[in-house]
C-alpha cells in the first residue's frame, strides 16, 4: 500500500482503505482531531514557525487534557466505553462549559 501527501500535507493511505473512512476513524478515536488539524493547519501557513501557533498549541493541549480527565472518570465509574461515543462528546464538553 503506497502514501500520498493530500492537499492538507497530510499522509494518507492509498489503496483498499479510503481517505473519507480514514478520516471519519480519526474523528471516532480522536475527540482532538480538528484541534490536531488546526496545528498542523497553522504550522503549514506559518512556515512552521511553532511560536506563531502557540495559542493552537494550548488549545489542543488542553482538548487533550480534558479527554483524558473524562476517560479516567468514566473508568472509575465503570462506564465504558471509557471514550464516550461522538454523539456523548457534545454532550459533555456543554455541559462542562455550561458549569464553568
Not at 484541534?35 to 493541549?61: M, T
Not at 483524558?68 to 462549559?97: C, N, T, W
Request: net charge positive; hydrophobic share 30%; with cysteine.
Amino acid at each position: 500500500m503506497s502514501k500520498q501527501k493530500n492537499s492538507d500535507n497530510v499522509t494518507e493511505q492509498v489503496g483498499p482503505v479510503k481517505k473519507h473512512a480514514l478520516q471519519r476513524n480519526q474523528e471516532i478515536n480522536n475527540p482532538c482531531y480538528k484541534e490536531h488539524l488546526l496545528s498542523l493547519k497553522c504550522l503549514d501557513s506559518n512556515q512552521k514557525d511553532r511560536q506563531a501557533c502557540e495559542v493552537y498549541f494550548v488549545n489542543y493541549k488542553n482538548c487533550k487534557e480534558f479527554w483524558a480527565s473524562v476517560q479516567s472518570e468514566r473508568k472509575l465509574k465503570g462506564i465504558r466505553p471509557y471514550m464516550p461515543s461522538v454523539e456523548e462528546r457534545a454532550k459533555i464538553k456543554a455541559d462542562f462549559l455550561n458549569s464553568r
